[in-house]
């Protein structure tokens, strides 16, 4: 209870420094300016680290930690290094445009910069409404990982619920009162507190586990050639047994359209090495799969266009008093991001071959109680393992640490493992420490402020302003009230779906793919003088049509999706020999490369913004000349 | 809407110095490499060598790519940084007088 009690105090602390920062506030107190964008007087100290743990949600710790742990290191590079390269570029190219627009003509929000340069109404609700239902589902996960985190750092002391209404409530209240420059400041100190402690707890966990070398070394040791034998077919093979294509996806709709072959189960779980690795344990089996899918992660590339294009980010990009202020942000952005991932994907992937740990995320796992039922010897000798009673070395955990019932554990693990950065802690720190160290995961798990933030922004500035009302201070309480109401709708969807979805695919199916192929709209906006309203229009219909139809695929095709994560997808659509859309375990991934659904998606949205554009009228030359005041020879 | 200017208003800018022929290419290049480096599919299919004894080359090389990526936006913003943005903030020199 003594971690939970240190989260507690440091909720309190955050709240305080919320409330108060407002009242610190001289000039503009009150004013819509000031609550949405903190007077653009950010300095580059606070511009740099809010903008940065804003971004830094609880997906990037316990989403981060808990996908390596079932994917290995190659979450690293997949997610992390990438968004290193690619935000730091848009927050140059674009960021520092929608500050310099913002400063010149007063917008506060993505949607008022279209409305402004497109000369266009009601095209900018339309923008507004798409950018507001995706930005929903990451609120929400803010609110599932502070439910998680105190859950988890109490030890099951505080319930989920209880833990996700009270991150909910002290968010909720810092942001009513505090407005952007409570935001800030309290991002502020939660990515400074994530940087010095979560140091100082993979440090600790990494003595826990008794020595990373050794470790490591037995772990890369069990990286043998194995037999072809009980390894899955290859999807080419698989493709060539599966139904005529015209009919894959109705099939896949009703019944499991695995063949035989492809349904055979993994006889053997992973060896503990591959989270070592991305590609195939053993390369010389003409059947192996490699860990994570080339096309995947060359199209992940386009995940971190989200990021500017997430209202929050955006905003913050409005904040900063001078332009100067951009210049460490996107130097230091990307050793900010290896300085808090690095260390989560390293102890996640790490964790996955600790029993202890695996043993404690599978007795905690929804599918515990009917592993326990099916097998009350097995569940009890995993209950051991994971309270201490028995250790790894113990001749009576042998049966959990190899064959089937090792496979049977880590699976069960696996559907918890989003929960592995908490379980290191309370293993392997002592308990003040816990608390302290649970506090700092709660700061990046706490990151639904600035959203929260940004959706009440959107809502004065682009309905409420938009639609006539004039009154600053009614827009300010047209946005407290709003971020109350978004607030309880968000914990309400928190509780509902928390046992059906984990973090990351939520946040990746719906926001980060629908945010990264807008992208397009504002480069168009910002660099194309001949963009027009029409183009941005095609391209908002285009991707909120398609998210729409990859959810009813995806749900059409839960049957089609493979039992475990490592098997490999099955196709559900097909155009002669050539697979189009591949059925994954929690995904629907595109061709036989698997490249993540978001490239047709921003593919599509660039030609949409192009032909929309170029087969209608462009504003007028007075506002392309208010926007575009230097002769450019380039994109005219 | 919002804060609007007189779009007739001519507003004389000071010109930007003009940037030297190589930069874009370099930069352009520059990101490109760091891309390549990013996709280093050559590294999928072993932890070794391990780093330290401990870091597999799947992690330490993506570790490396993001200093990298930090030393490539030092020198966009040494080289290219978009100076005309705040030019176009300041306001026109009539209103000093």
């Known amino acids: ?636 | 809407m919002l804060t609007q200017e007189d779009p007739s208003a001519s507003r004389p800018t000071r010109p930007t110095a003009p940037r030297a022929a190589w930069v874009a290419p370099f930069l352009l290049l520059l990101l490109v490499l760091v891309l390549v480096l990013r996709h280093d599919f050559w590294n999928w299919d072993t932890p070794y060598p391990l780093l330290f004894g401990f870091l597999p080359i799947g992690l330490w090389w993506q570790a490396l790519v993001s200093i990298l990526a930090s030393i490539m936006m030092a020198l966009f913003v040494r080289l290219a940084w978009p100076h005309h943005l705040e030019e176009e903030l300041q306001p026109p020199p009539d209103q000093h007088k």
Request: charged letters at 10%; glycine letters at 8%; hydrophobic letters at 50%.
């Open chain 1, 1 to 636: 209870m003594v971690p939970a009690i240190i989260v507690f105090l440091y909720l309190a602390v955050v709240l305080y420094v919320g409330i108060f920062a407002f009242r610190k506030s001289k000039k503009g107190a009150g004013s819509a300016e000031e609550f949405f964008v903190a007077n653009r007087s950010l300095g580059t100290f606070v511009f740099l680290l809010s903008l940065f743990g804003s971004n830094m949600t609880s997906f990037a710790i316990l989403g981060s930690s808990g996908l390596a742990f079932r994917n290995g290191i190659g979450v690293f590079g997949l997610m992390a290094s990438i968004s290193g390269i690619v935000i730091p570029l848009s927050i140059f190219f674009v960021g520092t445009r929608i500050w310099a627009h913002g400063k010149k003509f007063g917008h506060m929000t993505q949607v008022q910069l279209f409305r402004d340069r497109w000369e266009m109404g009601h095209i900018g609700t339309v923008i507004f409404a798409l950018q507001a239902l995706m930005l929903i589902p990451y609120i929400i996960i803010g609110v599932m990982g502070g439910g998680e985190t105190l859950n988890g750092v109490s030890g099951g002391t505080v319930p989920y619920w209880l833990g996700g209404g009270v991150v909910a409530l002290v968010v909720m209240s810092y942001v009513f009162f505090g407005g952007m420059r409570g935001t800030a400041w309290v991002n502020t100190l939660q990515t400074l507190m994530f940087l010095v402690f979560g140091t100082i707890a993979f440090i600790i966990i990494a003595r826990g586990i008794g020595g990373l070398g050794v470790t490591v070394q037995s772990m890369a040791d069990t990286l043998k050639p194995q037999p072809a034998a009980t390894m899955q077919p290859s999807m080419t093979e698989r493709f060539a047994a599966s139904a005529p294509a015209s009919t894959a996806l109705s099939a896949a709709a009703t019944s499991p359209p695995r063949s035989a072959i492809a349904a055979a189960p993994r006889t053997v779980p992973p060896p503990d090495g591959a989270v070592l690795i991305r590609g195939k344990t053993n390369p010389a089996d003409p059947h192996a799969q490699d860990r994570i899918a080339k096309g995947y992660w060359a199209s992940y590339a386009l995940i971190p266009l989200s990021s500017i294009m997430f209202p929050h980010i955006a905003i913050f990009c409005l904040t900063a008093k001078k332009l100067s202020s951009f210049r460490k942000t996107v130097i230091l952005y990307p050793l900010c991001i290896l300085a808090i991932w690095f260390p989560a994907v390293f102890l996640g992937a790490v964790a996955s071959s600790q029993p202890a740990v695996i043993a404690n995320l599978a007795i905690e796992s929804q599918g515990f109680p009917a592993f326990q039922t099916a097998n009350p010897p097995a569940a009890a000798l995993m209950q051991k393992l994971a309270h201490g009673e028995i250790t790894a070395k113990d001749a009576a955990a042998k049966p959990l640490l190899a064959g089937p019932l090792k496979g049977e554990m880590k699976k069960l693990a696996n559907s918890n493992s989003d929960g592995v950065m908490l379980d290191m802690l309370r293993l392997f720190a002592p308990g003040v420490l816990a608390g302290i160290l649970g506090a700092a995961i709660m700061a990046c798990v706490m990151a639904s402020d600035s959203q929260i933030l940004a959706l009440s922004t959107m809502w004065a500035e682009d309905v409420y302003r938009f639609h006539g009302g004039t009154s600053e201070a009614k827009q300010v309480w047209s946005a407290r009230a709003f971020v109350v109401i978004i607030t309880i709708i968000a914990y309400i969807i928190a509780l509902a779906v928390h046992q059906y979805s984990n973090i990351f695919e939520l946040a990746i199916q719906y926001a980060f793919s629908g945010y990264a192929s807008m992208a397009p709209i504002m480069l168009a906006a910002l660099f194309w003088k001949r963009s027009t309203k029409w183009g941005a229009l095609a391209a908002t219909l285009w991707i909120a049509f398609s998210l729409l139809g990859i959810t009813i695929i995806q749900a059409y095709t839960v049957s089609a999706a493979p039992v475990v994560a490592t098997q490999p997808p099955n196709i559900i659509f097909s155009l002669g020999n050539l697979p189009i859309l591949l059925r994954e375990y929690n995904r629907v991934s595109f061709t036989e490369f698997r490249f993540l659904i978001v490239l047709p998606m921003f593919i599509g949205s660039c030609l949409c913004v192009y032909l929309g554009s170029i087969l209608t009228q462009p504003p007028s030359l007075a506002t392309i000349h208010r926007y575009f005041p230097r002769k450019s020879p380039l994109l005219h």
